[in-house]
């Protein structure tokens, strides 16, 4: 009897352990860029997941993600196909607010200054109150917006479809300038020492002026360029789909070193200062030592391929169609540590992993947003 009793105890310790765990409080930074900061560099200061985790919460969505979560101020900020986007409470995956813009939204939304800012399939770029959703601005474009915007200085740096980049005033929505790269933009800038980075469908990579927009040199590739570059020390890490993956000189454009995945790179990859990490579409995860372009490791997850790694410690984060599934390797050597279903298999499964805190989120094809936590 004292046995069974004592048994019953331990059992009922660890439950309430596991449920503490489970009710922790998420300490969020004040602000959220997309691939975690300027750089682009999709690596995020947080413990790491290692082992399998648990779904600490599901925030149900009717039509699928495509969208990176940004996280900041307690909120978890997400867009859907659906034309809504969402601020959900990140303790408990409750709904605080929605706003409903009627057309898609893959822009993966920017939190800066208590300010919130995501481009919709309407054209419109929108700055809303990030605790209310509340209008501050918007700004008009020609063409749908499905890059995502890069908030540096308190001005806002966005591509449209419409072929142009935009740079905006982050407090009143105006246009401080405009440049046109000739062909679409889904490439989301990276910004750094007052040089804007970008990709174009015109198959180029631009370098331009962060402050008024002149071009300081374009590289031409030989396929559209849908990746957003990723910059570290004096170079530029960006793949295009004619299969081949770049790193240029950030000063003049010139080629450093290039591999070719003779299959076409939609993802963006992630930079460490060790390491680059990059998806094709063909879905072959490599690593890169970052100065020469040797080949690490690779491993192979099926394919296609279109949404970016994250990298928080020694664990990298990858997900691709095939299966559902969200895999975390080691860093190291690309063994496999755990994999976990975010969704169903195929449908561009877009939305990149962000890890804030020890809790991983990640938009879905069919369970909305997850948060997923270590068990």
Do not use: C
Not at 104 to 111: E, G, H, R
Not at 195 to 221: C, K, M, P, Q
């Amino acid at each position: 009897m004292m046995q069974r009793a004592a048994t019953l105890l331990l059992m009922l310790f660890f439950t309430i352990l596991l449920q503490a765990q489970s009710n922790t409080p998420i300490t969020t930074p004040d602000s959220s860029l997309y691939r975690g900061d300027a750089t682009n560099s999709g690596v995020y200061e947080s413990p790491a997941l290692l082992t399998l985790p648990e779904i600490r919460w599901q925030f149900d969505i009717p039509r699928p993600v495509r969208t990176t979560p940004a996280v900041a101020n307690g909120l978890v900020y997400t867009g859907s196909e659906n034309g809504t986007l969402y601020a959900i409470d990140v303790n408990t995956g409750e709904l605080v607010w929605q706003k409903e813009i009627g057309k898609t939204i893959v822009s993966s939304p920017a939190v800066v200054d208590d300010v919130v800012y995501f481009g919709g399939g309407d054209g419109i770029f929108y700055a809303l109150k990030a605790l209310d959703g509340s209008e501050v601005w918007q700004y008009k474009t020609n063409a749908g917006i499905f890059a995502s915007p890069v908030v540096v200085n308190a001005v806002v740096y966005i591509g449209s479809t419409d072929s142009n980049v935009y740079a905006l005033n982050a407090l009143d929505g105006s246009l401080l300038w405009q440049f046109d790269t000739e062909e679409a933009i889904w490439s989301s800038a990276a910004v750094v020492d007052d040089v804007v980075y970008i990709g174009s469908r015109s198959h180029d990579i631009f370098a331009l002026n962060a402050t008024n927009g002149t071009e300081i040199w374009r590289f031409e590739t030989d396929g559209r360029v849908d990746a957003s570059p990723a910059v570290q020390d004096g170079m530029v890490y960006i793949g295009s789909r004619d299969g081949v993956f770049y790193a240029l000189d950030a000063a003049d454009g010139t080629v450093i070193w290039q591999y070719d995945f003779e299959s076409e790179i939609y993802a963006s990859a992630a930079v460490t200062q060790d390491s680059v990490l990059v998806f094709s579409l063909a879905g072959k995860l490599v690593a890169f030592e970052r100065e020469s372009g040797e080949v690490r490791w690779t491993y192979a997850l099926g394919s296609p391929a279109y949404s970016s790694p994250s990298i928080t410690g020694d664990v990298v984060y990858a997900q691709s169609e095939t299966g559902g599934l969200l895999h975390a390797l080691s860093l190291t050597d690309g063994s496999e540590l755990w994999s976990i279903r975010t969704g169903y298999e195929g449908d561009w499964r877009s939305s990149a992993p962000v890890i804030v805190d020890g809790v991983l989120f990640i938009g879905s094809n069919d369970q909305g947003v997850l948060a997923l936590q270590t068990r």
